[in-house]
C-alpha cells in the first residue's frame, strides 16, 4: 500500500487530483465542506457536481473533517479556490503536523492582500511545516 495523501478541496481540480493520486496506488483522504458532494462520493463513487461520467477509485475516501483528512497523512495538496485558502490554512493549521508536506495547488492572489497561495499558507500554518511548504 502506498501513502496516505490528503487533498483538500473536492472541486473538480482536487477530485481529478484525488482520482489520479489514488490509481498511482495511494490511499488518499478528499476534504470538502459541501456535505452533498461528500454524501455522493460516499455512496456512489462519483462527483457528479466537479467531474460528471467519472467513478471514483475505492482508495478514495471522503472526509468532513480536516483532521480526520490530515492525520497520518505524509502530503496534504490544498486544492481549495485561491479566496478560501485562508481560512482552509486557519483550520488545517490545527492539525498538519511536522513532517507532512503542504502542497499548494490553488492558482491566483489573494484579494485584498495580492499574496501568493505560498505566502498565505506560510502566514497561517505553523513554523514546524513552513519549510515543507511547495507551490505546484
Not at 117 to 126: F, G, R, T, Y
Request: hydrophobic share 50%.
Amino acid at each position: 500500500m502506498g501513502a496516505i495523501v490528503a487533498v483538500l478541496g473536492a472541486g473538480a481540480f482536487g477530485t481529478a487530483l484525488a482520482q489520479a493520486v489514488a490509481h498511482a496506488g495511494h490511499q488518499v483522504r478528499l476534504w470538502s465542506i459541501e456535505a452533498p458532494v461528500l454524501a455522493e462520493i460516499r455512496q456512489r463513487r462519483r462527483n457528479s457536481s466537479y467531474l460528471p461520467g467519472v467513478r471514483l477509485h475505492r482508495r478514495v475516501k471522503p472526509c468532513e473533517g480536516l483532521d480526520e483528512a490530515v492525520a497520518g497523512a505524509s502530503l496534504v495538496l490544498v486544492a481549495v479556490p485561491s479566496r478560501a485558502v485562508r481560512e482552509v490554512a486557519r483550520g488545517l493549521a490545527a492539525w498538519v503536523t511536522s513532517g507532512q508536506a503542504v502542497v499548494n495547488v490553488a492558482k491566483g492572489l489573494e484579494e485584498g492582500t495580492c499574496l501568493r497561495m505560498s505566502q498565505v499558507l506560510e502566514q497561517e500554518l505553523p513554523a514546524s511545516v513552513r519549510g515543507a511548504i511547495a507551490t505546484l
